[in-house]
């Protein structure tokens, strides 16, 4: 019996599409300035933290909740590995720990008031958010706490080790080119190996010259994002944390019971208590996990800017929402994905990077996004009609 073609779900590649589309509109409309070694590590960069809360968060999502907590806690967090070093001239490692359990602390305490005392998400992270902000504002005495320690700064700002030689008119990283070879290998060897799964339990393929042109587009960006951090000052160690974190939360979202429970949750809380599962608890430690991702957060941002501020992470809970549902998250909960999270934030960067770049103002940028996150939940919730 031959096996079924089927086309690719393109609903599947919309935003990552979309993403595309963008960063090339703007590579038009700037003359090339976002095609730069250094913008693509500015974008890596500058989005490390947005992508962090963002995993985070759409755990939160898929409960049919958010958490407008997190930008205040990443401030709060941020404040406290500041004054741990600064003022007490603390360990760095002594300082991460105390603005983890900050993070941690601020998640139970939120997780507690949802979770068992049944108080809407909404009122308690909002609670947390400016009780938040206050305690921020009151441990800095609303002052700026800096310069922080270099060896602290690298966890934002540094770059894993390097193995540069002159290429054309500059330099290469070896490294990243070795990462790109891995990554591409990694990624010809899952979709072989995907095709021979379907082939043995006869399920349905996908046209040959699709999934060819499919890898082709993937490879190139593999390759084009790797090479421009090869020409500049190779591998942000910023990467790494989002590499690791995506692979964990990617895992745990989808081979784990904890994370199946979630997804049930979100679908239909009574059923989910009808089949056993502990609702509360659910609740609890996604919430207690978000406080944890936004003090790691708050960790890579002061570090990055050298500094503990008081309005550090300020708006960074809006980003980190629009970033999930501009993945693809359901407005009612329990279906989104971490990886279209992390592409939603990343939508959400090259928007704001590219409009910067472009030289309109902060005005204009907010109404853009705006029209972004709209647009895009528009879009979703009508193709789901469409399909019922």
């Known amino acids: 019996m031959k096996n079924k073609k089927a086309s690719l779900d393109m609903k599947q590649y919309g935003m990552f599409i979309a993403l595309i589309v ?11 300035k976002n095609l730069t070694p250094m913008n693509i590590n500015n974008l890596v960069m500058q989005n490390g933290y947005v992508v962090i809360l963002a995993i985070g968060m759409l755990l939160c999502v898929l409960t049919g909740n958010v958490d407008l907590g ?13 004054i741990m070093m600064m003022d007490y001239k603390m ?6 720990i105390a603005a983890l359990a900050i993070g941690l602390l601020v998640g139970m305490f939120a997780g507690f008031f949802i979770a ?12 947390t958010m400016l009780m938040g902000r206050g305690l921020t ?14 060896n602290y700064n690298f966890i934002g700002a540094g770059f894993l080790p390097t193995y540069k030689i002159f290429f054309g008119d500059g330099i290469l990283d070896l490294v990243s080119i070795a990462v790109a070879l891995i990554a591409s290998v990694a990624l010809i060897w899952n979709e072989i190996r995907g095709i021979k799964t379907k082939k043995k339990y006869n399920f349905v393929l ?8 499919k890898l082709v587009i993937e490879l190139f960006i ?40 979630i997804y049930a949750l979100g679908g239909n809380r009574k059923a989910a ?14 919430y207690t996990n978000m406080g944890v991702l936004a003090a790691i957060a708050g960790i890579v941002l002061s570090a990055r800017n050298g500094s503990s501020t008081p309005k550090a992470g300020d708006g960074f809970e809006m980003d980190a929402i629009a970033s999930c549902y501009i993945g693809g998250a359901a407005v009612a909960g329990g279906s989104g994905s971490i990886l279209g999270a992390v592409v939603g934030a990343f939508v959400m960067g090259v928007l704001n990077n590219g409009m910067s770049l472009f030289g309109w103002s902060t005005d204009i940028q907010k109404i853009v996004k705006g029209a972004v996150l709209l647009g895009a939940v528009t879009v979703d919730v009508l193709s789901k009609r469409k399909k019922n």
Do not use: E, H
């Not at 068992?116 to 609670?127: D, G, H, K, N, R």
């Not at 504002?137 to 270099?150: E, F, I, R, V």
């Not at 964990?248 to 989808?254: D, E, G, N």
């Open 222 to 261: 593999i390759w084009f994002f790797f090479y421009k951090l090869a020409r500049y000052n190779g591998l942000p160690f910023v990467l790494l944390i989002m590499v690791v974190l995506i692979g964990i939360y990617a895992f745990v979202t989808t081979k784990t019971v904890a994370g199946r429970q």
């Open 91 to 96: 360990n760095m490692w002594v300082a991460i």
């Open 206 to 213: 996908t046209p040959t010259w699709q999934t060819v042109t």
């Open 22 to 32: 963008i960063y090339l509109i703007f590579a038009i409309l700037t003359g090339g």
């Open 70 to 82: 997190v930008g205040s806690v990443v401030a709060l967090c941020g404040a406290t590995a500041g």
């Open 273 to 286: 208590n009808l089949s056993g599962i502990d609702t509360n608890k659910v609740f609890f430690w996604v």
């Open 137 to 150: 504002y009151t441990l800095l005495q609303a002052q700026t706490k800096g310069p922080l320690p270099s």
């Open 116 to 127: 068992y005392l049944s108080i809407p998400p909404f009122v308690v992270t909002l609670a």
